[in-house]
């Protein structure tokens, strides 16, 4: 993986920071689906793919709103039929189509 090619597509890097902001590591997996590099995916509860790839704003917002609520998705496919996502799937739903608060936030 070329990560200055990543860092040429993309001003903003997914980072894993220390507590004590000593340190921070660069997620380079989820600054990849920023930049477009990866292929980013939703599934909807319903089986429905909504493809993400080149939509940072709305990835950021996802990635966000599964922070706040202590979530994590490792993976380029965002898959809301999983059991640990159903309290929050319709929110991350509504950002994915853009009627969220979070989504229209990232607009401003």
Do not use: C, F
């Amino acid at each position: 993986m070329d990560y200055l090619a990543v860092l040429h597509r993309t001003r903003e890097a997914v980072l894993h920071a220390d507590p004590n902001g000593r340190s921070y590591v660069i997620d380079w997996a989820r600054t990849n689906l920023l930049a477009g590099t990866t292929a980013a995916k939703v599934i909807a509860p319903d089986g429905q793919e909504l493809p993400l790839t080149g939509r940072p704003d709305v990835i950021w917002a996802l990635m966000n709103l599964l922070t706040s609520h202590g979530l994590s998705n490792p993976t380029p496919v965002l898959d809301l039929r999983k059991r640990r996502l159903s309290a929050v799937a319709g929110m991350l739903l509504e950002v994915v189509r853009g009627t969220g608060t979070e989504a229209n936030a990232t607009r401003l």
